[in-house]
């Protein structure tokens, strides 16, 4: 079956870093959209970042544009979100999804699959 497997959450100062992977296993990964969202206490999820199959193109939530970097490794059927300069209101537990269609969309109705997620807060 496919296992989206998240990793790298944690406690963290504001202003500092996080890098989160995201591990796929159960499907031919390089043929799937990869996204990252988000969903805080009390809120809805949220989309933050995608890359296309290739990764020759990406896509970011406006909050975190020039902070946060999304890359892939086919090779190693992993997805990464790289988070720069985090704030408190990045706190939140993060998921990773995968798309069968080949574009990127920023609805969650969008994704085939999803991680469980990995918990990130970043104290002020």
């Known amino acids: 079956q496919v296992q989206l497997v998240e990793s790298g959450g944690g406690l963290v100062q504001a202003g500092g870093s996080l890098r989160l992977s995201c591990a796929a296993s159960g499907l031919t990964f390089s043929i799937y959209v990869m996204g990252w969202f988000r969903q805080a206490p009390g809120k809805e999820r949220e989309f933050v970042a995608a890359?296309?199959?290739?990764?020759?193109?990406?896509r970011y939530a406006d909050s975190v544009k020039g902070r946060f970097s999304i890359s892939r490794d086919n090779a190693k059927n992993t997805v990464y979100l790289q988070m720069n300069s985090l704030k408190p209101e990045d706190t939140a537990v993060y998921s990773c999804?995968?798309?069968?269609?080949?574009?990127?969309?920023?609805?969650?109705?969008?994704?085939?699959?999803w991680g469980q997620g990995t918990q990130v807060t970043v104290s002020s």
């Open positions: 890359i296309t199959r290739s990764g020759g193109a990406t």
């Open positions: 999804a995968a798309r069968r269609v080949p574009s990127i969309t920023t609805l969650t109705s969008g994704y085939d699959y």
